[in-house]
Nanobody, 118 residues
Framework: QVQLVESGGGLVQAGGSLRLSCVASGSIFYIRDMGWYRQAPGKPRELVASISNGGSTNYADSVKGRFTISRANAKNTVSLQMNGLKPEDTAVYYC????????????WGQGTQVTVSS
């Protein structure tokens, strides 16, 4: 059983910063990518940022230059530093973990709300 526990969401004014963290625990075999997705009301879930086990990163165009993803492999944690937040960043943010070799598995956190006021 794999669990992802997120923390760090909240309410912030436009231009402010938040840091999201996610800790993975349980029987995890060969973690590949870890990342953050978000879902705003009435919209599909979208990738915000991801990081491979080798440290390669990928960002949505809308957050490039503002958000930074990092990872601590030894602690099975992934963090998302969000600066210059905008009202359009308001969403539920979900931690994601992809693991496995010949067959891969996706795990999700319960989500944490980020609200940016104008």
């Amino acid at each position: 059983q794999v669990q992802l526990v997120e923390s760090g969401g909240g309410l912030v004014q436009a231009g402010g910063s938040l840091r999201l963290s996610c800790v993975a625990s349980g029987s995890i075999f060969y973690i590949r990518d870890m990342g953050w997705y978000r879902q705003a009301p009435g919209k599909p879930r979208e990738l915000v940022a991801s990081i491979s086990n080798g440290g390669s990163t990928n960002y949505a165009d809308s957050v490039k230059g503002r958000f930074t993803i990092s990872r601590a492999n030894a602690k099975n944690t992934v963090s998302l530093q969000m600066n210059g937040l905008k009202p359009e960043d308001t969403a539920v943010y979900y931690c994601n973990l992809n693991s496995g070799i010949s067959r891969t598995y996706d795990y999700w956190g319960q989500g944490t709300q980020v609200t940016v006021s104008s």
